[in-house]
C-alpha cells in the first residue's frame, strides 16, 4: 500500500472512531435538536434581530448570512479542545510513536466536527431565513453547500493548528478555542464589514479562514457571476491549504518537543 494509500486508511478508520464517539457519547438526538440546535438557531435570529433594529433590511440580511455561516466555523473549532482528550486518555504516546503522524489520527477522530457544523448552520439559514425576510438561493443551492463545506474545512485546518499548541499546554484549550472564534467573528467579515477597519486588520483578515469563503457566500446570495465567487473560493482554499501545512509542521514539533523532554503524558489539566 501505498503511503497516501496509507494515510487515507488511518483517517477513514479514526473518523469512523470519532463519529460514534460523537453520536454516542457527546451527542443523542434528542440533546443535539433541543440543545445545540436550538441554541445556534436562537443565536443567528439575535443577530438578525440586531440588524431589524438598524431599520436596514441589508443589515438584517449581513448580519444573518454572516452568523448563520460563523455557527458552521464555530463547530471546527471543537476539535481544538476534543483533541486534548487523547492526552488525557493516554493514547497520544501511542500516537505519537505510530509510524503515521498524529495529525492524520487527530484529523480524523475530530472529523465529525465538519458535518455537525453544516448540518446546524444550513439548518439556521433554512428556518431563520424565512422569519426575517432573507430569500434563500433554492437554485444555487449545490454551489451553497460546496462553498459552506470549504469554509468548515479550511477553519478544520486552523483548529487543528492550534490544537497543536494546546496539547503542549492542555489548560489553554478552551481559552485559545474562545479567542480563536471571536477573533473570526470580530475580523473576517461576519457582523461588520472589513471596510470599516485599518488597512492592517484587513491585511490580517486575508490570511484567517472564513474571509474570503464567506465573501463568496455573500455574493451566492447577491447573484453574483461564477468567476467572482470561484476567485474567493480559490483564495479560501489557498488559505486552506496554508493552515493545513502549518498544522503538519505543528505536529511534527509536537512530536519532537515531546520525544525530547518526555512531555508527552496524561494531562493534569
Request: glycine content about 10%; some cysteine; charged content about 10%.
Amino acid at each position: 500500500m501505498s503511503r497516501l494509500g496509507h494515510m487515507l486508511r488511518v483517517l477513514g478508520w479514526a473518523a469512523l472512531v470519532g463519529f460514534r464517539d460523537t453520536l454516542g457519547a457527546v451527542y443523542t438526538v434528542q440533546s443535539w435538536v433541543l440543545g445545540l440546535f436550538v441554541r445556534m438557531v436562537a443565536q443567528v435570529a439575535f443577530f438578525a434581530s440586531l440588524g431589524q433594529l438598524l431599520g436596514r433590511q441589508a443589515d438584517v440580511e449581513f448580519l444573518l448570512i454572516g452568523n448563520a455561516i460563523m455557527v458552521s466555523t464555530s463547530s471546527s473549532f471543537t476539535v481544538t479542545v476534543a483533541t486534548v482528550g487523547e492526552r488525557d486518555a493516554g493514547t497520544l504516546p501511542l500516537l505519537v510513536a505510530s509510524p503515521t503522524s498524529p495529525l492524520v489520527a487527530l484529523m480524523g477522530r475530530g472529523a465529525s466536527f465538519v458535518p455537525n457544523g453544516l448540518i446546524t448552520s444550513l439548518g439556521a439559514l433554512a428556518i431563520v431565513a424565512p422569519l426575517y425576510d432573507v430569500s434563500l438561493p433554492w437554485a444555487r443551492l449545490p454551489a451553497l453547500l460546496a462553498l459552506l463545506t470549504l469554509v468548515t474545512v479550511s477553519t478544520y485546518m486552523t483548529a487543528t493548528f492550534l490544537a497543536g499548541f494546546v496539547l503542549r499546554s492542555p489548560g489553554t484549550r478552551r481559552t485559545v478555542s474562545n479567542v480563536a472564534r471571536l477573533v473570526m467573528m470580530a475580523f473576517c467579515g461576519v457582523s461588520v464589514p472589513l471596510s470599516v477597519y485599518p488597512e492592517v486588520v484587513r491585511a490580517v483578515a486575508q490570511v484567517l479562514p472564513l474571509t474570503h469563503g464567506l465573501k463568496a457566500i455573500r455574493e451566492l446570495f447577491a447573484g453574483a457571476g461564477a468567476s467572482d465567487i470561484l476567485g474567493d473560493a480559490g483564495l479560501e482554499a489557498l488559505v486552506g491549504g496554508g493552515w493545513l501545512l502549518l498544522s503538519l509542521a505543528t505536529f511534527r514539533w509536537l512530536a519532537d518537543a515531546g520525544r525530547r523532554d518526555g512531555s508527552i503524558v496524561f494531562s493534569t489539566a
